[in-house]
């Protein structure tokens, strides 16, 4: 070998050690430490400890020197093959069982073994001189599983291809920087190229140039990833990841801000607390949370904002997940618009309503009130009339006297109670809030005693079942008139977040079979349009009580 090849083997040699530290220096700063990164490093890093050596070749002087460098080299040379093995695997996003790898990494831990051990059973290499080498079949063992792992890797790669027909640039670098050294390593070892030097460690020079052109000019694994960083965080969404081992190895900004997340955090633990301060839907009439869905629910935060969470699970070929991203929006303006479009909704609905009432109102005292009134206007002039001719000797029919007075008197109560029903209408109307219609009922009624008591606080969220709750509380005061003979009613109110409690308790002698006629049906029927539930409880001589729950 003349003093010019020797000096361009060794120019290709630093070449080769320069490229590889270069990608690999960059990959330290820049690229996500996944593990496709990890195993793209690992290679550069076995590159290295095979071309190092290669140096100083030139200079032993002795076998034992030439031995000592050829066993740091065979320390890359018997792991190159697994690790572009998985490296390939990895960036092809399949999947290999643990064991695998294992057995993998156990034959090449195996070679470098057999090379290690070589003296005391010569079946690496037969023949170890300065100036002779004599391959045994352990060594050809070696490079069959080396060539194996490279070409299997080279095969995934091309599959991948297949799928994804825009990664032609990266597809053709890695194979090529796979099948460069690998052709020349198979001339030098067939001697079809006789050299006189292996030929395998310059072609890295030119492998390792194509990655590191790939790295910085095609974007290869996405190594710069400082703009896609940037854009990441500035997202307003929150976007937890996780692999299938439970680890959290990504969140951004808002994530962190949102839920105190970071990586390396444990994804159940991360689930776990969103899941308690969930907003979880009841049923108003069971009281029980309704079973979450787990693609996602609304979480409220403790300044009040409302995050929707969403999972969303990536599944490997035999359909376990292998990792998972969590996608956290503020929904807050969205339930705001929605709380105001309920309460326009609300208020549009009362109007309505006043307006009918108010109508309905209007017809009735014009309508049934006059005639009312003027029968009682005839039936006194038929009553004067017949006094008038009594007074004047006539004989007088008590009976029929008897009959008029009584039409007069039924006839000043109709009128009566239909005031009364109208002016009660009207005040019912006009309540805002549940408690100010409870309070102005009780207040109006002057035959027994009605204890009004309000537990919670009442709010303008509940002045749509304000209506409901006046009509089944003056329901229930007239059955108590009328019927139970009581001498005091309670009534209590409850507010709570999801819905309204109504308990009503008078008394009375009660009864021992519950019969539901016109009054109990009306409360029953309003109570369950509104979506609620209502039960009827008494006995004989315990009064009767009245339980209504309306959700809001």
């Not at 490296?87 to 290999?96: M, V």
């Not at 990655?211 to 974007?219: C, I, K, P, Q």
């Not at 309000?454 to 059955?479: F, K, M, W």
């Amino acid at each position: 070998m003349t003093a010019m090849t020797e000096i361009l083997l060794h120019t290709s040699y630093l070449v080769a050690i320069g490229f590889c530290f270069g990608t690999f220096g960059w990959m330290m700063l820049k690229a996500e430490k996944n593990q496709t990164a990890k195993a793209f490093m690992m290679c550069q890093i076995l590159i290295i400890i095979w071309c190092l050596p290669q140096l100083f070749l030139a200079f032993a002087d002795s076998r034992e020197i030439k031995y000592a460098l050829y066993a740091i080299s065979y320390i890359g040379i018997s792991f190159i093959g697994p690790c572009w093995l998985m490296f390939a695997r990895f960036y092809c996003r399949k999947e290999t069982a643990p064991w695998a790898w294992a057995v993998l990494l156990g034959i090449g831990s195996f070679d470098f073994a057999m090379f290690l051990s070589n003296g005391f059973h010569h079946m690496f290499y037969r023949i170890f001189e300065l100036n002779q080498i004599i391959y045994g079949p352990a060594f050809y063992f070696h490079m069959v599983f080396t060539y194996t792992c490279v070409i299997l890797g080279m095969v995934a790669v091309l599959g991948n291809f297949r799928k994804n027909p825009g990664q032609g640039v990266h597809t053709a670098v890695m194979l090529a920087a796979a099948a460069v050294p690998l052709g020349f390593n198979m001339l030098y070892l067939s001697q079809t190229i006789k050299s006189g030097f292996d030929l395998t460690p310059p072609m890295f020079a030119l492998s390792s140039f194509m990655m590191l052109l790939a790295v910085f000019r095609y974007d290869f694994l996405d190594i710069d990833v400082v703009a896609s960083r940037q854009i990441f965080s500035s997202i307003g969404e929150g976007i937890i990841v996780y692999n299938r081992r439970g680890k959290v190895t990504c969140c951004n900004d808002a994530a962190c801000r949102y839920v105190q997340v970071k990586n390396g955090d444990d994804y159940n633990d991360v689930w776990e607390r969103l899941c308690k301060d969930a907003l979880l839907q009841e049923d108003s009439l069971l009281k029980a949370p309704r079973p979450m869905p787990p693609a996602g629910f609304v979480l409220e935060l403790p300044d009040g904002r409302k995050l929707q969470v969403k999972k969303y699970l990536l599944f490997g070929r035999q359909g376990k997940d292998k990792a998972g991203v969590l996608i956290m929006t503020d929904v807050g303006e969205y339930y705001e618009l929605l709380r105001q479009s309920r309460e326009l909704a609300d208020s549009r609905q009362r109007l309505a309503i006043e307006q009918e009432r108010n109508r309905i109102a209007q017809e009735v005292h014009d309508t049934t009130g006059h005639a009312l009134t003027m029968i009682q206007s005839l039936i006194k002039l038929i009553r004067i009339r017949y006094e008038a001719q009594q007074d004047q000797g006539r004989d007088a029919d008590k009976e029929i006297l008897e009959y008029i007075r009584q039409a007069q008197d039924l006839a000043v109560n109709g009128i009566r109670e239909l005031r009364w029903s109208i002016n009660h209408m009207r005040q019912g109307n006009g309540c805002q809030l549940v408690s100010q219609g409870v309070y102005q009922l009780a207040g109006s009624v002057k035959e027994t005693d009605i204890e009004v008591e309000i537990q919670g606080e009442d709010g303008p969220e509940y002045s749509h079942l304000s209506n409901i709750v006046y009509q089944c509380l003056r329901e229930a005061i007239t059955n108590c008139l009328k019927y139970a003979k009581a001498s005091h009613m309670d009534v209590i109110v409850k507010f709570e977040k999801a819905s309204i409690s109504v308990y009503m308790f008078d008394n009375g002698q009660g009864c021992s079979a519950i019969e539901e006629h016109n009054g109990l049906l009306g409360i029953r029927r309003r109570v369950m349009d509104a979506g609620g539930n209502v039960r009827y409880l008494s006995a004989e001589g315990e009064g009767f009580q009245i339980f209504l729950e309306l959700p809001v």
